[in-house]
């Protein structure tokens, strides 16, 4: 009797192992949501920081263009592309090198080295409400003498909180 239900539990445990069947991480290849499907906007907030993120999320779990974030930072203009992957109800995402769009008169050089941000979802809700943390990386160059390349590094964190804006991904296909 031992015996059968040890083989028993032994085959039972052998036709569902698999990832994600024991309540662990799923598969990379199973992370695609296609009820997540839409155009997701969002508000970043910080410390002499705010701006504005979008993403479109198609069937195949790719971000579409245009995907990219706005930020405000000390009062200098910043811009980006990002990738994004919602995975259950988490959103993870990659802020990608951005460059100011005019250089300020006070700093010879800034720019964001990258970033990230993490939230979670309203699943229950048609409209996917997410919040979470992000931040990035500031490089400025004080110096004017372009022989003295020393950057100062700067983390800047964030709260980001938004929401999917339609459940239609723009076509990206040209005429």
């Known amino acids: 009797m031992k015996r059968s239900i040890a083989l028993l539990l032994l085959a039972f445990t052998a036709a569902s ?3 994600g069947s024991f309540g662990g991480p799923t598969s990379l290849n199973s992370s695609t949501e296609t009820s997540a499907v839409g155009v997701y906007q969002a508000t970043a907030r910080g410390k002499a920081l705010t ?3 979008k ?3 198609d069937s195949d779990g ?5 995907s990219g974030y706005v930020f405000f930072i000390d009062g200098i203009m910043v811009h980006g ?4 992957a919602i995975m259950g109800s ?3 995402s990659i802020l990608s090198y951005a460059t100011p769009d005019a250089t300020p008169v006070t700093v010879s050089d800034f720019q964001i080295a990258g970033g990230s941000f993490n939230a979670n979802i309203d699943t229950s809700s048609a409209n996917y409400f997410f ?3 992000g931040n990035v990386e500031t490089l400025t160059c004080p110096y004017t003498d372009p ?3 020393d950057y100062i590094s700067e983390v800047r964190n964030f709260k980001v909180s938004g929401q999917r804006t339609s459940t239609v991904v723009p076509s990206t296909a040209s005429n």
Do not use: C, S
């Open 131 to 133: 919040k979470g943390n």
């Open 81 to 84: 592309t990002l990738d994004a």
């Open 62 to 66: 790719n971000p579409t263009t245009p």
């Open 55 to 57: 993403f479109t999320y």
């Open 17 to 19: 192992a698999r990832a």
């Open 51 to 53: 701006g504005l993120i």
């Open 90 to 92: 988490r959103i993870a």
């Open 147 to 149: 022989q003295t390349l």
